[in-house]
């Protein structure tokens, strides 16, 4: 009996050795077929990050020029009020083209400019003021409404 013992065991250290040598040994691994879902799913990702940073690229060169087209009306609605108030005269020039540089590139600012005169007040004018650019084969505009007039402030 004891020797059936013996052999037993040595029958079980044999066949977990094998195990482990299958285990650690064998020929299993990754398929051609999952190594391409894994390449396409990570392609996928990759694409998608790209995407949202030219994206995001594109609304930052928006925004800058947005940025600069605020700054262009607000000095051209102060330099109209002061024309009026020093010079007694309203500009002549309604349409007008302005080249800047934003960035590293040209932008072109047209503008259109309309002023009128309200009617229950003496000496006091509308102002409306637009700024139009191409961005992206996209005309963009800015506009803003102002009131002016040459009578100074009591203080």
Known sequence: MFHKRKN???????KLSKRRGRLLFSDSGFTFVEVMVALAVLSLGIV?????FIVSLDRMNYLTNRLYATTLLDN???AIE???????TLPFELNRKEKLNVGAKEI???QRMNIS???DFADV?????????????KEMILSRS???SDFEYFK
Request: no cysteine.
């Open 76 to 78: 051209r609605i102060t």
């Open 82 to 88: 002061r024309m009026l108030r020093v010079y007694e």
């Open 146 to 148: 102002a009131y002016i």
């Open 8 to 14: 037993n065991t040595l029958n079980r250290k044999e």
């Open 117 to 119: 005169e309200v009617e």
């Open 125 to 137: 004018f509308e102002l409306d003021l637009s700024l139009l650019w191409d961005s992206g084969g």
């Open 108 to 110: 072109e600012f047209r």
């Open 48 to 52: 998608i990050i790209f995407k949202g």
